[in-house]
């Protein structure tokens, strides 16, 4: 089975402007979350799609938000970057729920912002 | 509430042991471990569920005491493989996985 995919793996934004970025976890698994990692705050758990609803939400202002598709491959959106959204972002997906059962992650992409 | 991980940093040498402490304020449900190398994805090692049992793999383990709200992650006999930043996350059932900050683990020859 392939892994969960992340596009792009790279981007570099100016202040101001706005970002999408895409996951596409593994077949057969509906639950995606989202976390946000920095070297000084490490995973901060953004947000978790199941069956296209919002299920949890992590403590983050409104500037982020995101979205699941039928077929289960989320996007997440960020307006009016600032620089301390710099970061590697990183989905994962599982099975039913996020919470028991494991949760597999991509690579990430890598957010600069100038 | 993040839950909170001890050591921050250890550094061992070849063949010997290491434990990891991973602390919550809630009542816990469940506990995920995972490595991180540089540059790469966590990587998922185990789960442990509410019940206090312990698992593990090779020379990898961990223990649940949810009386204590803790867990414990063993690696004996370390190889230099073992290097990388180790995470414990934690759920209250069906809830959010909150990761802790992570204990930074370096296996030197």
């Known amino acids: 089975k392939a892994g969960v995919t992340q596009t792009p793996r790279y981007l570099i934004k100016t202040r101001g402007q706005q970002v999408t970025l895409s996951c596409s976890p593994i077949?057969?698994?509906?639950?995606v979350s989202w976390y946000q990692q920095t070297p000084g705050q490490g995973l901060q758990f953004l947000f978790e799609y199941f069956s296209e609803t919002q299920r949890n939400k992590g403590n983050f202002p409104g500037r982020f938000s995101g979205r699941q598709f039928s077929n289960s491959r989320s996007e997440m959106n960020v307006s009016t970057l600032e620089l301390g959204d710099s970061a590697l972002y990183l989905c994962?997906?599982?099975?039913?729920?996020?919470?028991?059962?494991?949760?597999?992650f991509g690579p990430g992409t890598r957010l600069l912002v100038l | 509430q993040q839950p909170v991980q001890s050591p921050q940093a250890v550094i061992l040498r070849e063949g010997e042991d290491a434990v990891i402490n991973c602390s919550s304020s809630?009542?816990?449900?469940?506990v995920h471990w995972y490595r991180q190398k540089h540059g790469e994805a966590p990587v998922f090692l185990m789960i442990?569920?509410?019940?206090?049992e312990q698992k593990g793999h090779d020379k990898i383990s961990a223990s649940f005491n949810e009386k204590k709200q803790q867990s414990s992650l063993y690696l004996t006999a370390s190889q230099l493989s073992y290097s990388g930043t180790y995470f414990c996350?934690?759920?209250?059932?069906?809830?959010?996985?909150?990761f802790g900050q992570g204990t930074e683990l370096s296996v030197k020859p």
């Open positions: 994962a997906s599982s099975l039913p729920s996020g919470g028991e059962e494991t949760q597999y």
């Open positions: 442990l569920l509410k019940g206090g």
């Open positions: 809630k009542a816990l449900y469940s």
């Open positions: 996350g934690t759920s209250n059932q069906g809830g959010k996985l909150i």
């Open positions: 077949s057969g698994h509906r639950s």
